[in-house]
């Protein structure tokens, strides 16, 4: 529950005002992925080592002889972000404790989009998140392989157009639901889990403090609103991902030890999906029943992440 | 960009210059661009906060602006702004 | 030079010795048969606090390329082993790796790849790396596993070189092989390779990024600086196999000859093999076929120049290819080793014998076979030796 109605009207004294995402990448106007890569560095701080899976936000960001990242940053290739930022860990790790570098911590960190952390980058992310190694995943959720030009992931939302998942005459468009990462991720045992939106950046800023400070694995899926997948007008960005919030479709929570807790307020009714739906070009082809499908599957994964939130205590509290 | 050899390559194609893409100004790319009416402003900083690339930044009295070098006019500080003291005004 | 004592060891448990004495930072190994017994015993040693090593048990022989790699752009000293199905899993990252002049070190246990699935030895894991801008150096025989290994992180690290360095070990005929062999002691290989000094890593002191993508107007260039690295590399790699010799009294050569003066035919051989081809090469002169052995150890950089010079006089060479490359009527040493000698005045008729694959034991009676067949012949040939039909 917020108390403050105007909270966030007092942002430049909460943010971290040094930007280490520089102007100057081709992201497309409006990108909610780097306004989202933008924020988790503000979160993050200098003191770490960025290990990017290919994707839009390492090809807008890094095309030789230039670089927007203000960190050290290293991109290796699709699948293996993960496994690169772990490598990074151990090499830190070692380095330390050897004393060839000062014993200062510096913080490994992965970043994918959907495509690199959910279907090709599945085996590397859960490697590392079984290994327990003291380093972060987020992923920018833009729910398709935006980078090389819309296909689908198996974040794509169902119903939408993607290039591989398009509507015709013997199609409906994306015919599966999102793969539940933050679950999977909880199920590895992971402290940390939480899910982020660009559209509330002090809590995503928050999760990605939280994050840094575990020891240990964390993971944070984010909400990338992608205007030019999306089919939608560049100046919706932030409103797209308060829509998903308020219509149920994504939710903002962490899991801190099994515990799940919403950590932004939904509206109590929620909004009906097609405030979100209509304004997306990926769903106008939706007709009302595969609208009223979605609409009810939707209230049932609010249902099912509240059986989480209500019912499921925190690991320690299991152990008593 | 200009013809470099192999040999001006640096070792593991490595780029020593963080932030370095200020050198490639996007504000090219737009049509639109952000005018702020500072008799609206009351100075909250969302439009900072939410702007993709940074590029919005604070005078000394408070009052915003968009780097115009880096501006993409995506419009998104326009439609956030609460008191609605930014208006998207066509470039040319 | 001092008499050292001699041990008797599985060569894959003196491969993970020699690993264990060059202050590893980071190991990060998948186990694949024959290769098993490398990431085996260095656990161990790690586990036993013998080396000071971080030992990464990833999930696949791709995270454990790709956990090299970040390890090694951080500055820390990496290590892997792999083969066949495994070093086929990696190769996405082997270009990438070298590209990046990360001076990784990678044991090679050589073991064919599917189709069909055969867990014994053969070269057809490490043809499809040719082009992957990897140092390659053969080894024949556990001593040498032993000394390629610890010279592995000096060539690699040679701020001349910076590129990644395989040891090829064949599959089970050396890795599970006991054979008597000497360790130098940690003093002296402490005196030998010098901690890792990279010229730029990741650290938030200086932050720089790794891993650029480039378009049309540098990637020809990159390229260029990629095939100039590993060509100079040999000059690094004969300065490091001097100084090894000094220190220790065994010599390396890129090739390698035996008994070579006045030969009519030289049998070519890489690998294990070469051990046996010598026994072969005193079988066939006793026979009074006029033969000699030409080794290749150094298989990239190719040695051209030394080739030339080995070959120089030969009428014919029988070029031994533990792997096939299949439509072009000529296996891989085969075909680099023709295409190097193209150029030359003087040309020997090259017969081509691919054999061994799949862990076929090739004997000395075998070796003298093909070398009197080879001595008669009188054109190119292209043979899968021992296959019927």
């Known amino acids: ?320 | 960009m200009a013809a470099v050899t192999w040999q001006e390559i640096s070792q593991g194609n490595i780029v020593l210059t963080p932030g370095s893409t200020k050198g490639y100004h996007t504000g090219g790319w737009r049509s639109l661009r952000p005018v702020w009416d500072n008799s609206k402003c009351i100075k909250c900083g969302i439009c900072y906060v939410y702007c993709p690339e940074g590029c919005v930044s604070q005078d000394e009295d408070g009052y915003f602006m968009a780097d115009l070098d880096y501006c993409k006019g995506c419009g998104i500080c326009a439609h956030e702004c609460w008191p609605g003291a930014i208006e998207m005004v066509e470039e040319g | 030079m001092a008499k050292r004592k001699r041990i008797g060891m599985e060569v894959a448990l003196a491969a993970a010795e020699a690993v264990g004495m060059c202050n590893v930072d980071v190991a990060a190994v998948y186990p694949i048969t024959p290769q098993s017994h490398i990431a085996e015993h260095l656990s161990d040693l790690v586990a036993d606090g013998k080396t000071d090593t971080e030992y990464v048990t990833v999930e696949s022989e791709h995270s454990s390329m790709s956990v090299c790699i970040g390890a090694s752009a951080t500055g820390a000293r990496a290590y892997t082993a792999t083969c066949s199905q495994g070093l086929m899993l990696m190769h996405e990252l082997l270009p990438i790796a070298s590209a990046m002049r990360l001076p990784i070190v990678m044991s090679v246990a050589n073991r064919p790849v599917n189709a069909p699935l055969n867990i014994l030895s053969d070269h057809s894991d490490i043809m499809p790396q040719r082009d992957s801008g990897w140092i390659v150096i053969f080894s024949e025989n556990g001593q040498e596993v032993i000394d390629l290994t610890l010279m592995a992180y000096r060539i690699a690290e040679d701020k001349d070189v910076m590129l990644p360095v395989i040891i090829g070990i064949d599959g089970f005929i050396l890795t599970h092989m006991v054979e008597p062999m000497e360790f130098p002691d940690q003093k002296e290989v402490d005196a030998f390779l010098p901690p890792y000094r990279p010229y730029a890593t990741l650290h938030p002191d200086k932050p720089l990024t790794m891993g650029a993508f480039a378009m049309p107007d540098f990637f020809p260039q990159m390229m260029k600086a990629k095939d100039m690295a590993l060509l100079n590399s040999k000059k690094t790699i004969l300065r490091v196999w001097d100084e090894w010799e000094k220190r220790f009294g065994r010599r390396y050569r890129p090739v390698e000859t035996y008994r070579t003066e006045g030969a009519e035919v030289l049998l070519v051989t890489m690998g294990s093999m070469s051990e046996t081809a010598e026994l072969a090469v005193d079988e066939l002169k006793d026979k009074g076929v006029s033969a000699g052995l030409v080794k290749i150890r150094l298989w990239r950089p190719f040695p051209s120049d030394e080739l030339k010079a080995a070959v120089k006089g030969a009428r014919v060479l029988a070029v031994m290819d533990r792997a096939v490359s299949p439509g072009m009527r000529g296996a891989p040493v085969f075909t680099d080793v023709k295409a190097a000698l193209y150029s030359e005045d003087s040309r020997p008729i090259i017969v081509n014998y691919v054999m061994g694959l799949g862990g076929v034991d090739v004997t000395v009676g075998d070796f003298v076979k093909m070398g009197e067949k080879a001595a008669k012949a009188k054109k190119e040939e292209y043979e899968f030796y021992g296959v019927m039909g």
């Open chain 1, 1 to 320: 529950m917020s108390i403050v109605k105007n909270f966030d009207l007092y942002a430049p004294r909460l943010i971290d005002k040094v930007e280490r995402l520089a102007a100057g990448h081709t992201a497309c106007a409006g990108c909610g992925e780097a306004l989202a890569a933008r924020l988790v560095m503000k979160g993050l701080g200098g003191d770490a080592i960025v290990s990017c899976a290919t994707g839009c936000l390492e090809i807008t960001t890094s095309r030789y002889p230039t670089t927007a990242w203000e960190v050290p940053w290293i991109h290796v290739a699709f699948e293996n972000a993960a496994a690169v930022a772990s490598g990074v860990e151990a090499g830190i790790k070692a380095l330390r404790r050897k004393g060839r570098i000062p014993d200062r911590d510096i913080k490994s960190v992965s970043m994918a989009g959907d495509g690199g952390t959910a279907d090709i980058g599945l085996q590397a992310l859960s490697g590392v998140m079984e290994r327990g190694h003291d380093m972060f995943h987020v992923c920018f959720d833009n729910e398709a392989y935006m980078n090389t030009g819309i296909q689908r992931s198996s974040q794509t939302p169902f119903g939408a157009w993607s290039t591989t998942s398009p509507p015709g005459a013997v199609s409906f468009g994306q015919r599966t639901w999102k793969k539940n990462i933050p679950e999977i991720m909880v199920a590895h045992n992971v402290s940390y889990v939480a899910t982020a939106c660009p559209s509330y950046p002090l809590d995503l800023i928050r999760k990605v403090e939280k994050a840094r400070k575990v020891e240990g694995p964390a993971y944070i899926h984010c909400l990338a609103v992608c205007p030019t997948g999306w089919r939608m007008d560049s100046s919706l960005t932030i409103k797209m991902g308060r829509l998903a919030l308020e219509t149920g479709i994504f939710s903002l929570y962490e899991v801190e030890n099994g515990k799940y807790r919403i950590t932004v307020d939904m509206p109590n009714p929620l909004r009906p999906v097609q405030d979100y739906l209509k304004l997306q070009g990926r769903f106008r082809h939706l007709t009302p029943d595969r609208i009223e499908e979605m609409q009810a599957r939707v209230n049932l994964e609010i249902k099912k992440l509240m059986n989480k939130v209500d019912k499921l205590p925190s690991w320690p509290d299991l152990t008593e």
